[in-house]
């Protein structure tokens, strides 16, 4: 079962989400902490700014195991904050899936249309499937969330016109200064981001500072945006000339604090100081955005603004609802055709076990005197006679699993079992892939699995003069 258990910029403001975000490396040690918890047999995590969520299979089907997997995962979460317990939400199932292929197709993201998602639930999946924490189940389930995904990208214009946190950003930013022309901007760290409305300033006419721990780095940075590189260690000089600053990083606590803009107001320089915060957790101190002329927007300011421009695209989101609906439905028919396919096999295994049963009384009787190619023949015939007669039950229980509507291919499947006592069918039988011939004129059957055509024997009474 499929189990889904976080937090997203729904239920947690940053202040929550900042402590229980990841760093790469850190990560990448969770899930494979979490590969080897109870209850757990599949996993992946996926950690941006906007939401942390665990992606993972429990052991079976039961109630008792979904609870033990969903523990597992919340007792994760928990043990970075004490205050996320009251932002978990939980999905299972249906429910579950439903969950991941909004996210994956950005309607459950702050800003509705965005394209970063998908890559970051690529790079989760990616990571996961490095620690070896991912199996078959969250394969399958992976590739149907991505294709539609992108269907909804291809197939509808949510993502066409779009407002974006740096398109917000910016025009944020225009709003407070008028023209930004000659105004100069300071880029803290190299998150994408960030980059993006650095660069979309720069376009608009400001200059660009790009601050970083890195000379060689940030140049690199400073290069595809448009302006110039500068250590850290020349921040509060920075701050005392500069109109905005975009800060992206990814450190643990705050890069700009109170203190450091002494300088600026020991100056007395007049005009406002816009603060861009990206980050989660945040790069800037709160109580900056306390200061007189000073204004600060996080990630969580920038949704306010951002859910404002969602209603304008109903109708694309509904559209991208009903492809969202149709990869659940695709996923609801195999695991409905999952949960027949063992009916199947019991039923073709036990029609098997009476087939050889009788077969192999016959070969001690008075088909004894049969050879091996004789013998593989009545094999191949009887196999194949085996085929025939499963092959209308199987296709119409396939086929009434596949569909939406009631119980019916669980009601068949166990009117199957009630009939053909199917559920004390031996384990080991299950998986017998031909009817089993004794040797030629063998005294007794061995305990292993004998091929179709049997050897040919050293001696007997059957055996063939050379």
């Not at 079962?1 to 937090?7: A, H, S, Y």
């Not at 202040?15 to 080897?36: D, F, I, N, P, Y």
């Not at 523990?71 to 978990?88: M, V």
């Not at 039988?429 to 004129?441: C, I, T």
Request: glycine share 8%; net charge negative.
């Amino acid at each position: 079962m499929i189990i889904i258990t976080g937090l997203s910029h729904h239920t947690a403001p940053i202040s929550v989400r900042e402590k229980v975000a990841l760093s790469e490396e850190a990560a990448r040690e969770l899930v494979k902490t979490l590969g080897g918890s109870p209850g757990i047999l599949e996993v992946f995590i996926v950690s941006t700014c906007n939401r942390f969520e665990i992606i993972a299979v429990s052991l079976d089907e039961s109630e008792s195991a979904r609870q033990l997997c969903a523990s597992s995962c919340k007792s994760a979460i928990t043990e970075r904050s004490l205050e996320a317990e009251g932002s978990i939400y939980s999905h299972h199932g249906l429910n579950a899936v439903r969950h991941l292929v909004r996210v994956a197709s950005s309607l459950d993201s702050l800003v509705v249309g965005e394209a970063q998602i998908l890559g970051q639930l690529k790079q989760g999946f990616e990571r996961a499937r490095d620690a070896e924490t991912v199996g078959a189940h969250l394969h399958q389930l992976f590739a149907r969330v991505a294709r539609g995904a992108k269907r909804v990208r291809t197939e509808t214009t949510i993502g066409v016109g779009q407002v974006s946190v740096p398109s917000i950003a910016v025009d944020l930013a225009l709003q407070i200064f008028g023209n930004l022309s000659g105004r100069k901007v300071a880029l803290i760290g190299s998150g994408e981001m960030g980059q993006t409305v650095a660069r979309l300033l720069h376009e608009a006419g400001a200059e660009l500072i790009v601050l970083g721990r890195d000379i060689e780095k940030i140049s690199v940075v400073a290069a595809k945006v448009g302006g110039r590189a500068q250590l850290m260690q020349a921040l509060p000089a920075v701050l005392k000339d500069v109109d905005v600053v975009v800060s992206s990083t990814s450190a643990p606590g705050a890069v700009v604090r109170v203190s450091d803009l002494e300088e600026r107001r020991k100056s007395r320089k007049t005009g406002n100081l816009f603060f861009i915060d990206l980050a989660v957790p945040r790069d800037i101190e709160p109580g900056v955005g306390e200061l007189d002329g000073v204004f600060l927007y996080d990630v969580d300011d920038l949704s306010q603004v951002a859910s404002e421009s969602a209603t304008g695209r109903k109708k694309a989101a509904d559209e991208a609802e009903a492809i969202v609906h149709e990869v659940v439905t695709d996923w609801e028919r195999r695991e409905s055709a999952l949960q027949i396919t063992p009916t199947i096999k019991a039923l073709r295994a036990k029609m098997r076990l009476a087939l050889e049963s009788e077969l192999n009384r016959s070969l001690r009787g008075k088909l004894r005197e049969l050879d091996d190619e004789q013998r593989g023949a009545l094999s191949k015939m009887l196999d194949a006679g085996l085929n025939r007669i499963m092959h209308d039950p199987a296709t119409h229980l396939r086929e009434e699993a596949a569909r939406r509507e009631g119980n019916c291919a669980v009601d068949l499947a166990q009117a199957l079992s009630a009939l053909f006592e199917l559920e004390e069918l031996p384990d080991e039988e299950m998986d017998v892939s031909s009817v089993r011939l004794p040797a030629h004129d063998s005294k007794r059957i061995s305990d292993s699995r004998i091929p179709l055509v049997s050897p040919a024997p050293s001696s007997g009474r059957g055996a063939r003069a050379k």
